[in-house]
């Protein structure tokens, strides 16, 4: 099992900027090369959705359209922490941000029910 602790979640005003961190623990490094990374969210009556995943080894990353081109998904192999840097920040991003890893290449990253351990979440709300 692994232990992901999510920090960096707060309130800012639309257009504004944040960087969630997800530190990993639990395992070497080498096992987590083998890990999909996963960012979701939860809006209050919403379902949760997928934000961002990142493939350990080789880095490669992938994001739902709504945040494409304003967040980026990154990795520190010497701290095993994830992060999620979150630009021009609109209303609609405010949720709940769930950090999430799978110990497999995945290839539907999107699927919330592929992961396998999860952080206990951190509240982002952005003000209009």
């Known amino acids: 099992q692994v232990q992901l602790v999510e920090s960096g979640g707060g309130l800012v005003q639309a257009g504004g900027s944040l960087r969630l961190s997800c530190a990993a623990s639990?395992?070497?490094?080498?096992?987590?090369?083998?890990?999909?990374m996963g960012w979701f969210r939860q809006a209050p009556g919403k379902e949760r959705e997928f934000v961002a995943a990142?493939?350990?080894?080789?880095?490669?990353?992938d994001y739902a359209g709504s945040v494409e081109d304003r967040f980026t998904i990154s990795r520190d192999n010497a701290k095993n922490t994830v992060y999620l840097q979150m630009n021009a920040l609109k209303p609609e991003d405010t949720a709940i941000y769930y950090c999430?890893?799978?110990?497999?290449?995945?290839?539907?990253?999107?699927?919330?029910?592929?992961?396998?351990?999860w952080g206990q979440g951190t509240q982002v709300t952005v003000s209009s």
């Open positions: 639990g395992r070497t490094f080498s096992t987590f090369s083998t890990y999909t």
């Open positions: 990142l493939r350990w080894s080789g880095g490669r990353t």
């Open positions: 999430a890893a799978v110990p497999v290449g995945l290839g539907d990253y999107y699927d919330s029910r592929r992961y396998v351990d």
